[in-house]
């Protein structure tokens, strides 16, 4: 399955409401864990997919910025979300006060998450915090139901994996989540700082 098949498009109305709703509840409960309005900084969404989360950031921030490794994910997001505050790059300079991974670490191998979580914390200004959005579970699953997921983490392998990666954890908010097949889980909003 291909990157396109995976990415939630919110326009393209493909998608059951209760899936795009959890989506943007968990751009808003990342932001909201922030725990204050940007004003004068830099926000960046890694691995932001079709943009509708960065978007969404702008209303918290001074400037957003979007990236994907996904140069039509990329594009996409470009043609339908940039606009003042926002804009999409397929690379990343500089450093950010807020950076942002919502559903991200549960799609990659877990081999891969800490390179990817010494890399977010790379682009996290000294004093910054990294706000990571994932489901938590009791034990780690390394074989998820869930196909477009690779592996799904429980709070202390989490927390080890980000503290090899130079994160310390600030707070963890915890909240109940009930999918389209009925199941239920802890989805997690994990603050960071380097």
């Known amino acids: 399955m291909g990157q396109a098949e995976l990415r939630l498009y919110p ?4 998608k059951p409401a209760d899936v795009v709703f959890r989506h943007v509840d968990r751009y808003l409960r ?3 864990a922030v725990g204050r309005i940007g004003a004068g900084e ?3 969404d890694a691995a932001c997919g079709a943009g509708y989360g960065t978007q969404l950031l702008a209303h918290f921030a001074e400037s957003v910025f979007g990236y ?3 140069p039509e994910a990329v594009e996409y997001a470009r043609r339908t979300y940039q606009g003042p505050g926002v804009a999409f790059v397929s690379a990343v300079s500089g450093v950010f006060d807020v950076v942002f991974a919502v559903e991200v670490v549960e799609h990659m191998p877990r081999d891969q998450a ?3 979580l010494r890399q977010l914390a790379g682009w996290t200004r000294p004093g910054g ?3 990571i959005s994932t489901p938590i579970l009791e034990v780690s699953n390394p074989h998820p139901a869930n196909p477009h997921h690779c592996y799904e983490y429980c709070l202390p392998e989490l ?3 980000c503290e090899s990666a130079g994160l310390r954890m600030l707070e963890v908010q915890l909240y109940p989540v009930t999918f389209t097949d009925g199941t239920s889980a802890q989805q997690g909003i994990l603050k960071l700082g380097r």
């Not at 326009?11 to 493909?14: A, K």
Request: hydrophobic residues 50%; without cysteine.
């Open 11 to 14: 326009r393209n109305l493909d």
């Open 30 to 32: 990342a932001a909201r």
């Open 42 to 44: 830099r926000w960046l």
């Open 68 to 70: 994907d490794i996904d």
């Open 114 to 116: 800490e390179g990817y």
């Open 129 to 131: 915090l990294l706000l």
């Open 159 to 161: 927390a080890s994996l």
